[in-house]
């Protein structure tokens, strides 16, 4: 398992919630990404960094809720959830690339090649 995401599970809405990705000592990376599949809906880029500082995406529907971090001596990267809405239930994933990637302005799931196998996070209402 190259990344390995954990920290999904239940909580109420309006509360908070962190997600962890562990990425595999033996991958290099140059962007790293969160993104989520809600049931029957597409997957779709929640947020995305690069090592190089090309900047951080953020869906328009978290932006001021979430914040992305990378501690890249741990390979570890977070996604802080605060103020978490039922509509944010879904499985995330967290993935990487190596694309050297603008991700300032692009999240898009076909541009990751790396991927983990998901954390469930639940908000109820």
């Known amino acids: 398992v190259q990344l390995q995401a954990s920290g999904g599970g239940l909580v109420q809405a309006g509360g908070s919630l962190r997600l962890s990705c562990a990425v595999a000592?033996?991958?290099?990376?140059?962007?790293i990404g969160w993104f989520r599949q809600a049931p029957g809906k597409e997957r779709e880029g929640v947020s995305c960094s690069s090592r190089r500082g090309f900047g951080t995406y953020y869906g328009d529907s978290v932006k001021g809720r979430f914040t992305i971090s990378r501690d890249n001596a741990k390979k570890t990267a977070y996604l802080q959830m605060n103020s978490l809405k039922p509509e944010d239930t879904a499985v995330y994933y967290c993935a990487a690339g190596s694309r050297g990637l603008i991700t300032s302005t692009r999240c898009g799931t076909n541009e990751y090649d790396f991927w983990g196998q998901g954390t469930l996070v639940t908000v109820s209402s």
């Open positions: 000592s033996g991958l290099a990376y140059e962007e």
